[in-house]
C-alpha cells in the first residue's frame, strides 16, 4: 500500500538537458503543462572589451520537473530532454529539503560555484554522455581545472586530447 501511494505522489524528478537548451526545455514543458524548475544564478563573464552580468543555469544541462515516476518517458520525450538521470538504477530524485537548500542558496545572492559531485581523477576511464562525441570512452588526463578528455588510438600508437565539460563525463 506504502509503495503505491508512494509511485503516486509527485517528485522533482532529474533531466538531462541538450548542451545550452535549458532555458528552452523549460519552456516546452511548461508549455506541456509540466511543473518544472531550471535554478538559475547571476555570474559575471569577462570578454576581451567587457563585463556583463548573466543569468544562467545554476547546474548546467539539468533540469528538474515534478511529476510522478510513471510519466518519465513522456517527460524524455519532451523536445530539448536528452534522458533522465538514474541513481543506483532508479530515477534521480531531488528531495524537498535539497530543493529548499537549492532556493536558499539562490536567494542569498552569494556567489555560487558548481562543480560535478562525483570524483572524477586524472587517469579515471570516462564515457562523454552527450554532444558531438557522445559514446566515446577514454581517460581523463588533466586536472580539474583543464577537463582535457584523452582518447588513445592504440592501433597508431597516438592519443587525441580534447577540452570537454566533465558535466558530460561518466565514470565507467
Do not use: C
Not at 515516476?69 to 541513481?87: C, D, L, T
Not at 562543480?115 to 559514446?135: C, F, S, Y
Request: no cysteine.
Amino acid at each position: 500500500m506504502a509503495e503505491n501511494k508512494d509511485a503516486l505522489e509527485k517528485k522533482w524528478l532529474v533531466f538531462y538537458t541538450k548542451s545550452r537548451a535549458e532555458k528552452k526545455t523549460l519552456e516546452y514543458l511548461v508549455r506541456f503543462g509540466f511543473e518544472a524548475w531550471l535554478p538559475m544564478h547571476k555570474v559575471v563573464r569577462q570578454w576581451s572589451d567587457r563585463k556583463k552580468k548573466l543569468e544562467v543555469p545554476l547546474f548546467n544541462s539539468y533540469i528538474f520537473v515534478k511529476d510522478i515516476e510513471a510519466n518519465i518517458q513522456e517527460i524524455v520525450r519532451v523536445p530539448g530532454i536528452s534522458w533522465n538521470i538514474r541513481h543506483n538504477g532508479k530515477p534521480a530524485i531531488l528531495q524537498e529539503k535539497e530543493y529548499r537548500i537549492i532556493e536558499r542558496f539562490l536567494e542569498s545572492g552569494l556567489t555560487i560555484e558548481i562543480g560535478p559531485a562525483q570524483n572524477l581523477e586524472k587517469g579515471d576511464k570516462v564515457e562523454i554522455m552527450d554532444g558531438p562525441l557522445k559514446g566515446a570512452v577514454g581517460f581523463l588526463s588533466g586536472s580539474y581545472n583543464e577537463q582535457k578528455f584523452t582518447v588513445e588510438v592504440e592501433t597508431i600508437d597516438q592519443i587525441m586530447k580534447v577540452n570537454i565539460d566533465k558535466g558530460l563525463l561518466r565514470k565507467t
